[in-house]
């Protein structure tokens, strides 16, 4: 396997997954805009393995996709996998969000992230799951990152994902995590 297609047509995504899989001499590439998959499944694994095997069995390559978000405990674990689909802005999302818990003391929340690699028969060979666990605050803490960084803090580090440097939020962070266990278990199937 050489070649890996992102399960995306976002630019954004596909530069992302090149830094996490950097190390490996791999040639990435988006999936052509016109195939759209849609994101039916339950958990962010079952739509991580759908992108990820549709691509593959369309394309007839191996291909990554990942899915992500947040999911918080006094709302039973939403918005979840309609994280994306809260709002139609960040600034929508995040205010929405702040909407719901006003009032409330239970702030914990985390994030979650699944990656899937499958073969060109749309077989999934690798999957795995990075957790970010922290607290929802009541106002907006920082400039940096997207989605819902400035309002996730992360106690350890006493400060929002949107405050740390993006190589920190690299390392700490769902995908992050999501990706380190992913990296030994992509090394050993392609010196195999
Ligand atoms: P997707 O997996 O890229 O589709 O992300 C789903 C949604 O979850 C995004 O649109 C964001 O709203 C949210 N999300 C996922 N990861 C992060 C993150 O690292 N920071 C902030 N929001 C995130």
């Not at 691509?55 to 996709?65: C, D, F, G, M, R």
């Amino acid at each position: 396997m050489k070649k890996l297609i992102v399960a995306t047509s976002n630019v954004g995504k596909l530069k992302e997954m090149q830094e996490y899989l950097e190390e490996f001499d791999l040639q990435l590439g988006l999936k052509p805009s016109e195939l759209e998959i849609e994101e039916t499944g339950m958990s962010f694994m079952e739509n991580a393995i759908l992108k990820a095997s549709q691509v593959s069995k369309i394309l007839n390559e191996w291909s990554i996709a990942d899915d992500s978000g947040l999911m918080v405990d006094e709302l039973n674990g939403q918005p979840g996998i309609f994280s994306a689909r809260y709002g139609k802005t960040d600034f929508d999302r995040i205010n929405r969000l702040l909407g719901e818990l006003e009032g409330k003391n239970n702030r914990q929340a985390k994030f979650v992230c699944a990656v899937a690699i499958s073969n060109s028969r749309g077989q999934i060979i690798i999957k795995t799951e990075g957790i970010c666990e922290g607290e929802i605050l009541t106002e907006r803490r920082g400039e940096s990152g997207f989605g819902y960084d400035p309002i996730f803090f992360v106690p350890e580090i006493k400060q929002t994902f949107a405050q740390m440097s993006p190589e920190l939020k690299r390392k700490i962070s769902h995908r992050g995590k999501a990706f380190a266990s992913l990296t030994p278990l992509l090394k050993s199937l392609l010196i195999r």
